[in-house]
């Protein structure tokens, strides 16, 4: 008998009001020395962010197919503490820290295990399909206030 879930792209899980997304560094993740290469922190960030919004409810693709608009990064302070290297395994932290009427505030972690490797701010903002900034709808600022407390 075949595990279906076994079959399913990993989405991380919750832990109170943090997403928790495991990533493993691959040889194409790296530089020629090994090194994870600086913009690829931003790809692990990013698709923890977007599974972390499926978790919670939040459907980006039909928001996005229905002509409601997109999230777009709009703000991102990030800080390179050590390098991840070839073969890593990695976790990304994400906790929402703040939500507003158009936009939201993720603070990131990457960790090898309890060492901090980056951290990151991100604020992602609603924007219309003509790229103006427009409210979220109201489930979603709600859903946002249960993850900042932790009530998932």
Known sequence: MRNEMLDQPVSG?????????????YFEDTDLTGIVYHANYLR?????????????????????????????????????????????????VSHVTEVRAASCFIHQR?????????????TAALVSPEGRPQRQPRAWVDTFKRLIKGDN
């Not at 090898?112 to 991100?122: F, G, K, Q, S, W």
């Open 44 to 92: 692990y960030m990013e698709r923890a962010r977007s599974d972390m919004l499926r978790l919670a409810g939040i459907d980006q693709r039909a928001t996005m197919e229905s002509g409601g608009g997109a999230y777009a990064v709009v703000d991102l302070t990030i800080k390179y503490r050590r390098p991840a290297k070839l073969e890593d395994d990695l976790l990304v």
């Open 110 to 122: 990457v960790m090898r295990m309890n060492e901090i490797l980056v951290e990151a701010t991100v």
């Open 13 to 25: 899980r919750f832990d109170g009001s943090e997403h928790r997304f495991p990533v493993r560094v």
